[in-house]
């Protein structure tokens, strides 16, 4: 799910120090800082995806015209 190896330890400890309640506490939190980041990087795949296909538009109209 891309968290790191810190992050994994981590739940590990809390277990082992507080129990289950707080590991999935703790597990709570970083799987909402895990979705906000991976909502933003969709959100900037989504921009860059508009970009290019109205670039890619433009050139293939381009094209059009010139070989007509």
């Known amino acids: 799910m891309g968290f790191t190896l810190e992050q994994i330890r981590l739940l590990f400890e809390t277990y082992e120090r507080e129990g289950?309640?707080?590991?999935?506490?703790r597990?709570?939190?970083?799987?909402?800082?895990?979705?906000?980041?991976?909502?933003?990087?969709?959100d900037q795949i989504d921009d860059a995806l508009e970009v290019l296909?109205?670039?890619s538009d433009r050139l293939a109209a381009k094209?059009?015209?010139t070989s007509a």
């Open 20 to 25: 289950h309640d707080a590991q999935a506490a």
């Open 27 to 42: 597990a709570l939190l970083l799987f909402r800082e895990r979705l906000a980041a991976l909502e933003l990087k969709r």
């Open 53 to 55: 296909r109205a670039a």
């Open 63 to 65: 094209l059009e015209a």
